[in-house]
Each structure stands twice: as C-alpha cells, then as structure tokens.
C-alpha cells in the first residue's frame, strides 16, 4: 500500500522561509511527476509546483520566485523550499505523486504565515 507522509509545516512570521518535505514508502510504479498542492480556508485546492521525472519544474505565478520545488528519484521524496512568506501562502499543503497508474495523496501539513 502506498503511502505519503508530508513533515516541516508550522507557523512563520510573514518573509520568513519553510521547507516541506514529502516521503513515499510502498510500491508506486514509475512516477509521472511528483506536485504540491495547497488549499486555503474557503477555496479550492490548487497547483503550487511540480516536478516532472523528465527533469523540468513548473511553477503557479503567486509562487515563482520564492518557491523551489526538488524531488530525489531514488528515495521517491520530494520538497518544496518556500522563501518570502507571505500570509496569502497560509494553506494545508498536500503533496501528490503522479504514477502510470494511479495519483496518491498526502494527508497534508498545516502551514500559517503571520503577518
């Protein structure tokens, strides 16, 4: 059974930094692209970053610049850097991995940016 477990979400002060990390354990198959979602409060989950196994990136346009996003495709992880925090960013991140067969899902880690 594939399983995603997201860690490093927490409270920041707004221009401050966050890493967040995504393991996967289980058998998974070969890996489309590795994403990070988040959901705010009252919207709809969206795309921040994703990472494809080709090896390009591509990136939302409220995060380009501040986020990074980085996989490792030997250990099935996946981060993602966030600089230049701003309270907009405050969401529950999920992490999501894109295989031939199947799309898997995190649980998702709290992330609030105070202003």
């Known amino acids: 059974q594939v399983q995603l477990v997201e860690s490093g979400g927490g409270l920041v002060q707004a221009g401050g930094s966050l890493t967040l990390s995504c393991a996967a354990s289980?058998?998974?198959?070969?890996?489309?692209?590795m994403r990070w979602y988040r959901q705010a409060p009252g919207k709809q989950r969206e795309l921040v970053a994703s990472?494809?196994?080709?090896?390009?990136?591509n990136y939302a346009d409220s995060v380009k610049g501040r986020f990074t996003i980085s996989r490792d495709n030997a250990k099935n992880t996946v981060s993602l850097q966030m600089s230049s925090l701003k309270s907009e960013d405050t969401a529950v991140y999920y992490c999501n991995i894109q295989a031939l067969s199947a799309s898997y899902w995190g649980p998702g880690t709290q992330v609030t940016v105070s202003s």
């Open positions: 990472a494809y196994t080709v090896g390009n990136t």
């Open positions: 289980g058998s998974i198959g070969s890996i489309k692209a």
